[in-house]
């Protein structure tokens, strides 16, 4: 096909593809049954030099007809415990924490539905343009089967509630209740820091999605 | 609000941001042709969101993660000899949108075997698993945002969306870019296909001048002579404003 030669013939975008059943073959061998990698990513990335409070993030993700799904791939990505990204577009000085790069990957349990980050609390993080602080968050991004292209949305802290009253973000949602979907309540669990964080792709509690 | 001196430091520029995706492009959601979409597809409008420090950031991979066969699919699960199949190359540029290479990126890679069979509990197709193909790989892109894998040309298998739906032979790619929105899952199909204009899958796309874009091209002059054949297949992530304009962002 020929293209105009001017300078801003973009390239577009290559089109997204559902990830299919076996998502787990390439991104989660060790879920799809079998060990092929030496270093596998993984949804635990808590370990022993990174700063911050430990806690784990667990929930199940629902379709629309209210079923927990058991093959949906989730990957987050989240600030320090300082509120500094691992990442050079990220500029504040001496807040990073070299041990953390902030992103983990797991799935949804083909038995359970249920999925597990074990991570640390990120701290607040610098709003666009150097404004006002956003409210600690995690990025979530999801992919499978009958997700046509990956879906994201934020986690936000139960136990934030000055901070995510005062998020940029969660303030433009225009229905207040649905902002709640967004919040991930805190408890206790056999000395553990549990939020959980259940996710509706569609329904009467449709979780918010963005277009980021 | 006074600004802290460590937030004026990382406020973000507008170099970083991101084109907003076009989303014509991309299947929607909802696509009752592939049955499973439509309970797994959100019917609420997704909230646009400008880009803040959380959207135009994201994961960094080095090559000292991956093993050396990592991108080597006949013999990274390979036990007792090689697997059963036509051997290919596959290769390709990550490029951006605005044609800059992405090199230093993830690009990760899984697949049927080539009688069409996953190496996966949940696969039960009647084609045999093979005792030395695993199926998937990854690899880091160059300086040039090239990338390459050996591997079998994938069989095609049928799949539970109308009772004969089989997908045509395909490759599954998920790239990361340099920005959490720049990530990318999508599925490589192969040049002269039959199967392609039947698939229900790839019927999701509503631009067909898209479809053509998933379609890796053969490749001879990358074929290795008398051993195997070459297909290319080029990745465009997501644009930045990088490089394209000085003027800050109004308002600050």
Redesign the interface.
């Known amino acids: 096909m020929d293209r105009p030669s001017f300078a801003f013939a973009y390239l577009p975008e290559t089109p997204s593809q559902t990830a299919g059943p076996y998502v787990h073959i390439g991104l989660i061998p060790k879920q799809a049954g079998f060990d092929i990698f030496e270093n596998n990513f993984s949804g635990d990335i808590a370990g022993p030099s990174v700063q911050g409070e430990r806690i784990t993030i667990e929930g199940r993700i629902f379709d629309g007809a209210g079923h927990s799904t058991r093959d949906v791939l989730v990957e987050t990505w989240q600030a320090n415990a300082a509120g500094r990204y691992n990442h050079p577009a990220d500029g504040q000085r001496g807040a990073l924490d070299k041990s953390f790069r902030g992103w983990a990957r797991t799935g949804t349990d083909f038995a359970t539905g249920v999925y597990a980050i074990r991570t640390i609390k990120p701290g607040a993080v610098v709003g666009r343009k150097g404004r006002r602080r956003m409210a600690p968050h995690i990025n979530f991004w999801l992919a499978s089967r009958g997700i046509n292209i990956g879906l994201a949305t934020r986690m936000y802290f139960g136990d934030e509630e000055a901070a995510n009253a005062a998020d940029p973000v969660l303030n433009i949602i225009e229905q207040p209740e649905r902002r709640k979907t967004l919040i991930a309540p805190r408890s206790e669990r056999d000395g553990n820091i549990i939020y959980t964080f259940d996710i509706h792709l569609q329904g009467e509690r449709e979780t918010v999605f963005f277009d980021v | 609000?006074a600004?802290r001196r460590?937030?004026?430091?990382?406020?973000?520029t507008s170099d970083?941001e991101f084109?907003q995706?076009?989303?014509t492009?991309?299947?929607?959601?909802h696509?009752p042709v592939?049955k499973?979409?439509?309970?797994?597809?959100?019917?609420?409008p997704?909230?646009?969101?400008?880009?803040?420090?959380?959207?135009?950031?994201?994961?960094?991979f080095s090559p000292e993660?991956?093993?050396p066969l990592?991108n080597d699919l006949l013999r990274?699960?390979a036990h007792d000899g090689e697997p059963i199949g036509e051997q290919i190359i596959v290769h390709g540029y990550v490029?951006?949108?605005?044609?800059r290479p992405i090199s230093g990126t993830l690009v990760?890679?899984?697949q049927?075997n080539a009688g069409g069979r996953?190496?996966?509990?949940?696969?039960t197709y009647i084609a045999p698993i093979d005792p030395n193909f695993?199926?998937?790989g990854?690899m880091i892109t160059d300086e040039n945002g090239h990338y390459f894998f050996r591997t079998v040309k994938p069989g095609a298998y049928p799949f539970r969306n109308y009772v004969n739906s089989w997908r045509p032979a395909h490759i599954?790619f998920?790239i990361f870019g340099r920005?959490?929105?720049q990530?990318?899952?999508?599925?490589m199909y192969f040049e002269g296909d039959p199967l392609i204009p039947h698939d229900s899958?790839?019927a999701?796309?509503p631009?067909k001048?898209?479809?053509e874009?998933?379609i890796a091209r053969l490749d001879l002059n990358a074929a290795l002579p008398l051993e195997c054949l070459a297909y290319r297949f080029d990745?465009?992530?997501?644009?930045s404003r990088q490089t394209l304009f000085d003027n800050k962002?109004h308002?600050?």
């Not at chain 2, 460590?6 to 973000?12: G, H, P």
């Not at chain 2, 439509?38 to 609420?44: G, K, M």
């Not at chain 2, 996953?118 to 696969?123: F, I, K, L, W």
């Not at chain 2, 990745?235 to 644009?239: A, D, E, N, Q, T």
Request: aromatic residues 6%.
């Open positions: 609000m600004m460590s937030d004026e430091a990382a406020r973000l970083a084109h995706r076009d989303r492009i991309h299947p929607p959601a696509t592939y499973t979409s439509v309970l797994r597809s959100p019917r609420i997704l909230w646009s969101l400008q880009n803040s420090l959380s959207e135009v950031t994201g994961p960094m993660e991956l093993g990592d990274n699960y490029l951006d949108g605005n044609g990760e890679v899984w049927a996953y190496r996966h509990r949940n696969d695993g199926g998937c990854r599954h998920s920005a959490f929105v990530r990318l899952i999508t599925q899958i790839i999701t796309i631009d001048s898209a479809v874009r998933l990745i465009v992530l997501r644009g962002l308002g600050s």
